[in-house]
């Protein structure tokens, strides 16, 4: 079994390699998003953005949820034998899960065109169907690599190897003047190269052939299957939940809306980019916590896991609400600025995703998947409502305050069922009280700023600045604790630092 100090430690080494990845896959991807946003017109690039919105939903259908069950099962059994079994199980899911989506997807394009008032969305659509395959064969790969705990080769295949080749082929598209062509490739071929690499280090761990040579284990299919159908529902509901806004503006306004609203999506995902650092290893070690009845430990985990998220997200979501005009500007162009206050709602609506923490993974470390089930589902009903009273008389600010409120539901009820069930919550006094004086200072900034259009330079000094008072917000309001000290000794020991004079100021706060 880990002890709690150990899997702290673990989960530091896990988090800072998968932290520094996800933010530099991150950039690429945003890098990825900017070139290709100021290639195209915004109706342009609303074409391309809705077909890939569309077959990136059904993407994750086609998935069956086996790639999270893939991650639990290995997790819970040591065994490659067992390992190899899984493996193969989730790559047949995956598999006639995609063909079975891809035959749907072209019967329906047509159908789907009409609906969404765009009439390149059908021949758009095929071009995408390659896509679905890739996807469900590198997601349940990247399960398996959770499963074995590779950090390093979980960010070189999702994050690093797929964002640069596909930043490369993009680029060759868009010199030869072929940009929006380029734009389909791009989407296309990261999924192709993430299931490459992927399969790549998983052969050092398993021997690919060794598992592709069999059909798979009914037993093991049959358990697989299991705790995954809850799962497969619940991403059915996820996916609307994520992608619902976007196809109603489709739906209510035109492809011009479609390109602003889904410019700035990419730059939601500054509230969630700590938590997929942190999700990693999160997952095999709450696991392993319940599956030994250490309810105590897996409560204390859960709690500084969620301090820890908070902490490192509330900076960038100040600076990217705050600021979202010149962020927008700064990005995308003058062209796209009228999408600065659906991102401003987006971002700090979504905050609440780092204050609930991991949550979405303790569902599955509990073994109650169908927590996730019956949250989402209730939040895509109110979402789906929302969307259609909000986007006629709002536009897309409206579809974001939609989504924000439907993410909101979907959080406090699973946190809610997950306290039910375990006793556990994400919630400390320690998350709350650095934000404080931490906010205050960046509307300070707001007030000093006015009327200056602030430029990238600018943007990324307020952000270090903002995270430097929120550092020392933590050590005044007494946030920090022997938990804390554990994460900053394994960071002396990555990267031989000497932080005694920070260890000894911690030490004199609690």
């Given amino acids: ?98 063909v079975a989506v891809a035959v749907l997807l072209y019967l329906a394009r047509f159908r789907l065109g009409g609906y969404l008032n765009d009439e390149r969305l059908p021949a758009l659509l095929i071009r995408f169907l390659p896509y679905l395959v890739a996807y469900a064969i590198a997601r349940v790969s990247f399960g398996a690599l ?46 192709v190269l993430m299931a490459c690499f992927a399969g790549y280090y998983l052969h050092r761990e398993l021997t690919m052939p060794s598992v592709l040579s069999h059909l798979p284990d009914r037993e093991t299919t049959r358990e697989l299957w299991s705790f995954s159908w809850p799962l497969a529902i619940g991403a059915s509901f996820f996916l609307i939940l ?32 700590v938590l997929v650092a942190f999700t990693f290893l999160f997952l095999p070690l709450a696991t392993e916590y319940y599956d030994d009845g250490n309810l105590d430990a897996l409560d204390r985990f859960y709690t500084v896991t969620t301090k820890w998220v908070v902490a490192a997200t509330f900076p960038s979501v100040l600076v990217f609400t705050l600021f979202a005009p010149d962020v927008v500007r700064v990005f995308f162009g003058g062209e796209y600025t009228p999408a600065a206050p659906a991102l401003a709602v987006l971002t700090a609506g979504l905050f609440v995703r780092a204050i609930v923490g991991l949550n979405g993974d303790m569902t599955k470390a509990i073994d109650r998947p169908k ?34 409120v439907g993410y909101v539901v979907y959080n406090v009820l699973e946190v809610g069922a997950i306290y039910w069930a375990v006793g556990s919550h994400p919630f400390s006094l320690d998350s709350v009280k650095p934000l404080v004086p931490t906010l205050l200072f960046a509307l300070g900034i707001v007030r000093l700023s006015e009327g200056v259009g602030l430029s990238l330079p600018v943007l990324v000094g307020i952000g270090v600045l903002v995270s430097m008072v929120h550092l020392v917000s933590m050590v005044l309001t007494r946030s920090l604790g022997r938990e804390d000290l554990l994460l900053f000794e394994q960071f002396e020991d990555r990267t031989g630092l000497d932080l005694e004079w920070f260890k000894s100021l911690l030490r004199s706060y609690y």
């Fill in 242 to 273: 994520s992608n619902v806004d976007v196809l109603m503006i489709g739906y209510f306004m035109q492809p011009r809306s479609v390109g602003l609203y889904r410019a700035i999506q990419p730059l939601r995902q500054v509230t969630t980019f």
């Fill in 1 to 98: 079994m880990t002890s709690f100090d150990d899997a702290l430690s673990g989960l530091a080494k896990s988090a800072a390699i998968v932290f520094l990845g996800t933010g530099l896959g991150r950039l690429l991807s945003l890098l990825g998003q900017v070139l290709i946003v100021r290639s195209l017109t915004p109706t342009s690039f609303g074409h391309v953005a809705l077909a890939y919105t569309v077959v990136s939903m059904a993407g994750g259908l086609a998935l069956l949820g086996v790639h999270e069950g893939v991650t639990r099962l290995m997790s819970a059994e040591q065994s490659p034998r067992y390992r190899r079994h899984v493996l193969r199980s989730g790559y047949v899911f995956a598999l006639v899960g995609s």
């Fill in 371 to 404: 927590i996730e089930l019956y949250s989402v589902a209730v939040a895509v009903v109110i979402n789906v409502v929302l969307n259609a009273l909000l986007i006629p008389p709002y536009g897309i600010v409206g579809a974001a305050a939609a989504t924000v």
């Fill in 146 to 191: 959770r499963a074995h705990k590779r950090s390093l080769a979980a960010v070189v295949s999702r994050d690093f190897g797929p964002r640069i080749g596909a930043l490369l082929l993009f680029g060759a598209f868009a010199y030869t003047g072929e940009a929006f062509f380029g734009a389909i490739v791009y989407w296309v071929v990261t999924p």
